[in-house]
């Protein structure tokens, strides 16, 4: 049965090192620090002995005293077990068979103890109590197998084998105390064998681990602990059938290397690779789900664009330029009007000083108050500009709308009263700028633009998640969405993306059924970058107003608003957001209307924090529309700055980007 346990053990453990010999890990991942080279050394542990089975009480009848003689009996056995604590020694080799697998050797001294006792009555007041110290040294023999690398760049290593104990030498001693009504009484130590008869080559299974531990450049220093399963009995004489006694060791290994460890072999470098792990957007509820297919169709739109009550400046200049400011508007010509202009918020906060200006013309009863701010920078140095500036947007408003001069006051302050971030390049440039305020709302509110027949994509927000593998750097990367040939956006990055958020704008997409490509390309790495890409397309089915009146199909109003009136880093709804959402939004939420809130934010600060912020922006408006018109369905989430909604390059994009969408979808027939 031995023969059977033990070569089965032999086979299953040859094939478990073949296995992990083909299930390397990678030399990468664990280093010469972590594996041990060829070695000897010596090793010690402290061993608990766990001792169970039958043993014959009385092995003889021969006793110093007659008197026990007479209660010796074949029936009465030791069955309790025992822990007992010996140490162990001896020398040790081990010997890598590769970085993983290593072979070890060790030949050293064990003791086996045990110490049992057992109780004999002999009279109503009388018993017997005997007690056995029992002891086997063995020479050790134990090959095992190592595997190291098991754990990444942990130290650790497992071990198992086989132990086999040839006995130099065995030893007993048994003693019988005399109790009577519990007292002690004598003594008597037993003349039978001093020996334990029969004792065998013992064998046992090893399992175990240790961690390892690099002292010097050629000696280890390996805490291990182990555990001794016996699979054979201590002896095979009948008195002492079945015995078998298990072993905790936890000791130490110090060795020496008598060969370099093997040097590790060049990792292979694996070739980075760009996909596309879904495509995605937001359903009602404000659930992320999969996109499959983009829908467009034809509806009445009404977009809000709201006016940033702001004009930006360039460093240390008292006058605008073209990219900040649209300043070459004739009105007496007849060349300007608010309902041209296109439906692109930047485009329309480009104009703000011509909406401005031709709102102050229509209300005679309007004033204003133009208040001149610096960055509070390098800007503080330079005399008067924030009067220059006040005085510049003054002068353009009077010269070119013929508005009153003393409809417009002036003020100034070395830096805005709610300034952006001072401690950012962003910031800081946001800060160079005049503010308007007028005891007219009228005259900064947002300007609606509503035209017929526009396509709007359902829906309208689609999230990228690209994935680069085995790529430890990304330097930059872009997205480019075509249809038709025809390039519609493109995003550029640096760092490695998370999700790339395109928000469709009306008319983006083409009358034709064509599918939406996007194409995907990295940099990765610095020193051997490679350039990967990535490809795509979804989908797309066009509904125009003469299919959906020959399929019967409900059109539908789509109203968009946008709060810009969001301070920064604020999520909360003051006077003007609240008059807002009461005066222009709540009246086109119907029973039947889906609204759709998304939140938005600036590229200033961190994306954990603006994910947060954007989507309390999302929450607070939701919770105040849903308390007023509770019939409808509500979503609402953030994209933080994920979603470049407007460009971030220019102040104008970056206060834009402050924002709530509120989109209100609803059928009609």
């Given amino acids: 049965m031995i023969r059977f346990i033990l070569t089965s053990l ?19 991942e664990f280093a010469d620090s972590v594996v041990p080279p060829t070695r000897i050394g010596l090793y010690g542990a402290g061993a608990f002995n766990f001792s169970n089975g039958e043993i014959k009480v009385w092995q003889t009848s021969a006793t110093s005293s007659p008197f026990l003689s007479k209660y010796a009996t074949d029936s009465l056995m030791y069955t309790d077990g025992s822990t007992t604590i010996t140490f162990v020694g001896g020398g040790l080799v081990g010997i890598p068979l590769n970085r993983m697998i290593h072979f070890t050797g060790r030949l050293g001294v064990n003791w086996l103890t045990s110490s049992n006792e057992a109780q004999q009555r002999i009279t109503s007041d009388s018993v017997l109590n005997h007690s056995l110290s029992s002891s086997a040294v063995y020479l050790d023999l134990s090959p095992g197998i190592e595997f190291h690398g098991l754990f990444g760049a942990l130290p650790i290593y497992l071990l198992g084998g086989l132990e086999f104990g040839i006995p130099l030498s065995t030893s007993r001693k048994q003693t019988t105390d005399l109790l009577v009504n519990n007292v002690y009484q004598a003594q008597e130590v037993t003349t039978g064998p ?58 130490v290994n110090l060795t020496f290397s008598i060969s370099e460890a093997a040097p590790a072999p060049p990792p292979e470098r694996m070739k980075p690779s760009a996909r596309f792990n879904r495509l995605t957007t937001f359903d009602k509820d404000g659930r992320e789900i999969e996109v499959s297919s983009l829908d467009i169709e034809d509806v009445a739109y009404t977009e ?56 102050m013309r229509a ?3 309007a004033t204003l108050t133009i208040t001149g701010t610096t960055d509070g ?18 002068d353009y408003l009077v010269n070119n709308f013929t508005i009153e001069p003393q409809r417009i006051s002036i003020r100034t302050t070395p830096t805005p009263d709610r300034p952006s971030a001072a401690g950012d390049t962003d910031g800081v440039a946001e800060n160079r700028r005049v503010e308007f305020f007028s005891n007219v709302p009228d005259i900064l509110q947002p300007l609606t633009i509503t035209a017929e ?42 760092g490695r993306p998370s999700r790339i958020t395109w928000s469709i704008k009306p008319n983006e997409l083409s009358t034709a059924q064509v599918p939406v490509d996007y194409e995907f390309a990295a940099v990765a790495g610095i020193e051997n970058a490679d350039t990967v890409q ?33 301070d920064f880093d604020k999520a909360t709804l003051n006077d003007d957001n609240s008059r807002v959402l009461e005066q222009m939004v709540l009246p086109s939420i119907k029973v039947n209307s889906k609204v759709t809130i998304v939140g938005y934010t600036d590229r200033i600060g961190t994306a ?53 969408q509120i989109v209100v979808e609803t059928e009609r027939r």
């Fill in 10 to 28: 032999i086979i299953c453990y040859a094939q478990f090192s073949l296995e992990a010999a083909e299930t390397v890990t990678p030399a990468a």
């Fill in 194 to 251: 001093a020996k334990i008869s029969d004792v065998d080559v013992r064998a046992a299974f090893i399992i175990g681990g240790g961690y390892s531990l690099r002292l010097t450049e050629s000696v280890w220093l390996q805490p291990e602990l182990t555990y001794r399963l016996p699979l054979t009995q201590v002896s095979s004489n009948a008195a002492y059938s079945p015995w078998m006694v298990g072993q905790l060791r936890l000791g």
């Fill in 304 to 359: 809000m664009f709201p006016i940033v009550p702001y004009v930006f400046y360039p460093q240390g200049s008292g006058t605008t330029t073209a990219d900040l400011q649209s300043v070459d508007v004739h009105p007496e010509s007849g060349d300007f009007s608010p309902q041209t202009l296109p439906l692109d918020a930047v485009a329309v906060n480009r104009n703000t000083l011509n909406i401005i200006g031709t709102r």
């Fill in 363 to 365: 209300t005679q009863h």
């Fill in 377 to 394: 920078k390098e800007e503080s140095a330079i005399p008067d500009l924030p009067q220059k500036r006040a005085q510049w947007a003054k």
């Fill in 453 to 494: 027949n526009q396509r709007i994509a359902t829906p309208n927000l689609v999230m990228f998640h690209p994935v680069v593998d085995n790529a430890d750097t990304i330097t930059e990367w872009t997205l480019t969405v075509m249809q038709a040939g025809k390039s519609l956006r493109d995003f550029h990055g640096k």
């Fill in 534 to 566: 990535a490809s795509g397309s979804v989908p797309v089915d066009y509904f125009s107003s003469v299919r959906k009146r020959t399929e019967n199909l409900p059109d539908r109003t789509i109203d968009k608003y946008s709060l810009i009136l969001f």
């Fill in 608 to 660: 954990e924090h603006n994910l947060r912020l954007s989507t309390d922006r999302a929450n607070t408006v939701k919770e105040f529309l849903s308390s007023r018109a509770r019939d409808a369905k509500y979503s609402a989430s953030g994209v933080g700055e994920t979603s470049e909604i407007f460009t971030n390059a220019s102040p104008i994009g970056r206060q834009l980007s402050r924002t709530v």
